[in-house]
C-alpha cells in the first residue's frame, strides 16, 4: 500500500476483555516496529519484527501482550484481559531493512485504545 | 539504557522565527532521529544522521557526537509547521528507538 495502515484507529473495550490490532506495513518492507504512546509521552518500544521472527520482543510489558507476524507482512498485537493501564496510541512503524541498514522508518496512524 | 532529553518541551514563537529545538542523550548511538507529530497521532520521519548536518527545505538537524547532542532548527517558522517534534536514537546492537518526549512547537501567524 501507499503507507502503514493501522486498524481500528479507536477502540474502547472494557477492562477484561481481549483486544487484536492490525498493522498492514509498507509492501516490500521487512522491518517492522510496534510502539506504545500514552499522553504526553514519548513512544516507548513494543516488539521489533524482521520478516516473521519478533527479533526483539524485550519491550513487551508483560504476558498478556503478544505480537504475530505469520507471513512477513501483516502484524497483529494480541493484547489479553486488558487492563485501564493499557489505554495508549500503539503505533506501527516499518522500514525497508532492519534499522542499522539506514532505510527511513515509517508511521501509521495509530490505533487508540482506551480500555474503560 | 539510554537515557533522551529533549529542550524545551514547549515552545511559541511568532510566524518568521528561527527555531531550535535541542535533543541529548546518554550512551553513544548509532543514528538519531527527528520525528515530526501532529495531533492525531501521525508521525513522520524528517531526518536520520548519525553526523554533520542535513538539510531539507527549512529544516535543518546537526548532531555532535562527542557531546552527545543534536539539534533541529526551522528557518522562517510558519504556523503550518505547528506540531510536537521528536528526537529518537538507536544503540548500537539493537533495533529498538529510545524516544525523548517530544518539543510542542507553536507558531502565531
Known amino acids: 500500500g501507499a503507507g502503514v495502515s493501522q486498524t481500528p484507529s479507536n477502540k474502547v473495550t472494557e477492562k477484561g476483555k481481549y483486544v487484536e490490532l492490525r498493522c498492514d506495513p509498507i509492501s516490500g518492507h521487512t522491518a517492522l516496529y510496534w510502539y506504545r504512546q500514552s499522553l504526553g509521552q514519548g513512544p516507548e518500544f513494543l516488539i521489533y519484527?524482521?520478516?516473521?521472527?519478533?527479533?526483539?520482543d524485550s519491550g513487551l510489558p508483560n504476558d498478556r501482550f503478544f505480537a504475530v507476524r505469520p507471513e512477513g507482512s501483516v502484524s497483529t498485537l494480541k493484547i489479553q484481559r486488558t487492563e485501564r493501564g493499557d489505554s495508549a496510541v500503539y503505533l506501527c512503524a516499518s522500514r525497508r531493512q532492519g534499522l542499522l541498514n539506514t532505510g527511513e522508518l515509517f508511521f501509521g496512524e495509530g490505533s487508540r485504545l482506551t480500555v474503560l | 539504557k539510554n537515557e533522551v532529553e529533549q529542550s524545551p518541551q514547549n515552545l511559541t514563537a511568532q510566524e518568521g522565527e528561527f527555531i531550535t529545538i535541542n535533543c541529548s542523550y546518554s550512551v553513544g548511538i548509532s543514528a538519531l532521529h527527528w520525528l515530526q507529530q501532529h495531533p492525531g497521532g501521525g508521525i513522520v520521519s524528517l531526518f536520520m544522521l548519525s553526523s554533520g548536518k542535513k538539510k531539507h527545505g527549512r529544516l535543518i538537524a546537526t548532531i555532535n557526537i562527542q557531546e552527545k547532542h543534536s539539534s533541529l532548527h526551522i528557518t522562517a517558522s510558519h504556523p503550518r509547521d505547528s506540531a510536537v517534534y521528536i528526537c529518537a536514537v538507536s544503540d548500537f546492537g539493537n533495533e529498538k528507538l529510545t524516544f525523548g518526549t517530544g518539543t510542542r512547537l507553536t507558531i502565531i501567524p
Open positions: 519484527f524482521q520478516g516473521t521472527g519478533a527479533a526483539d
